[in-house]
């Protein structure tokens, strides 16, 4: 059974940081792109980043360019998202998810590439 399971969300204050973790289970891990995606109240889900485990490449969205940072542990079967100079607009409930890369990878920020969603996990920047 596929299992993603998100966790280190929390309040933090415009300026603070916090580093997400997606603990990931059932699944070869090292064969497979994790993402991160976040839904913030009364908005669409968007896509944030991607590290395809197999060639290393990381994407991300405009917004979060030099400020969130993902890794993945291969060794632990986790992946990361390091957030630094959190803003209030990144308010929103973070979601991890993950497709196989048996097929070429596509556009990292569509919802439909990927296979395996995780609960999610609130962060509440403070003004």
């Known amino acids: 059974e596929v299992q993603l399971v998100e966790s280190g969300g929390g309040l933090v204050q415009t300026g603070g940081s916090l580093r997400l973790s997606c603990a990931a289970s059932g699944f070869t891990f090292d064969d497979y792109a994790i993402g991160w995606f976040r839904q913030a109240p009364g908005k669409e889900r968007e896509g944030v980043s991607c590290i395809n485990n197999v060639d290393g490449n990381t994407y991300y969205k405009d917004s979060v360019k030099g400020r969130f940072t993902t890794s993945s542990d291969n060794a632990k079967n986790t992946v990361y998202l390091q957030m630094n100079s959190l803003k209030p607009e990144d308010t929103a409930v973070y979601y991890c998810?993950?497709?196989?890369?048996?097929?070429?990878?596509?556009?990292?920020?569509?919802?439909?590439?990927?296979?395996?969603w995780g609960q999610g996990t609130q962060v509440t920047v403070s003004s």
């Open positions: 998810v993950a497709r196989s890369l048996d097929a070429p990878l596509g556009d990292p920020f569509m919802e439909d590439e990927y296979d395996y």
